[in-house]
């Protein structure tokens, strides 16, 4: 089986020559979106692992919100 990488190479390969550039700077951009994504997501469960993270009790807040609105 072939390596992702060279997968990628025969797909963009593939494609028009006016439309490579466009292609793998779209490939960029969504990884950087899952770059950032994935770190959020490890921070997340960093906060979980060290307890910095509550149950959020939904009627409780929705009091408290209406309680404060009314202020």
């Given amino acids: 089986m072939k390596p992702t990488s060279q997968k990628a190479i ?3 390969d593939l494609l028009p020559e006016d439309m490579r550039e466009p292609a793998v700077a779209y490939l960029i ?3 950087e979106k899952f770059r950032v994504l994935q770190s959020a997501v490890a921070g997340g469960l960093e906060d979980v692992r060290t307890g910095k993270v509550t149950e959020w009790n ?3 807040f929705l009091a408290t919100a209406h309680a404060a609105s009314k202020k």
């Fill in 29 to 31: 951009e969504q990884a």
């Fill in 10 to 12: 025969e797909a963009l």
């Fill in 58 to 60: 939904i009627k409780e």
